[in-house]
């Protein structure tokens, strides 16, 4: 199984950018799917995550109605629309597969990563 994230990059405080990950070796129709991020020096955090459905999304707090998570499962693929970005959320983002009952906001619940994509942004 592979996931292959793409589309991050510099930008300016207030840019957007829109994440793709490409799932392979895994059909993510019936799959919840994730996104989180992770700056220098500090834990993986929970950014978004989105029902296999694509009706049911889950944001963290601080990117609520700035960030857009969704999903094509005819392309085996997943989004992250990211408007009004912030400097302090320069960081490499990774997508998930989510396999557990357990909380959709926990890293540990998720057992496929990809490698995932830097995001920078500057002030």
């Known amino acids: 199984v592979q996931l292959q994230a793409s589309g991050g990059g510099l930008v300016q405080a207030g840019g957007s950018l829109r994440l793709s990950c490409v799932v392979s070796?895994?059909?993510?129709?019936?799959?919840?799917m994730g996104w989180f991020r992770q700056a220098p020096g500090k834990k993986r955090e929970y950014v978004a995550s989105?029902?296999?459905?694509?009706?049911?999304?889950s944001y963290e707090d601080s990117v609520q109605g700035r960030f857009t998570i969704s999903r094509d499962n005819a392309k085996n693929t997943v989004y992250l629309q990211m408007n009004s970005l912030k400097p302090e959320e320069t960081a490499v983002y990774h997508c998930?597969?989510?396999?557990?009952?357990?909380?959709?906001?926990?890293?540990?619940?998720?057992?496929?990563w990809g490698q995932g994509t830097q995001v920078t942004v500057s002030s």
């Open positions: 998930a597969t989510y396999y557990t009952s357990g909380s959709f906001s926990r890293a540990s619940s998720y057992n496929y």
């Open positions: 989105i029902h296999y459905s694509g009706r049911l999304k």
């Open positions: 070796g895994l059909d993510i129709s019936s799959i919840r």
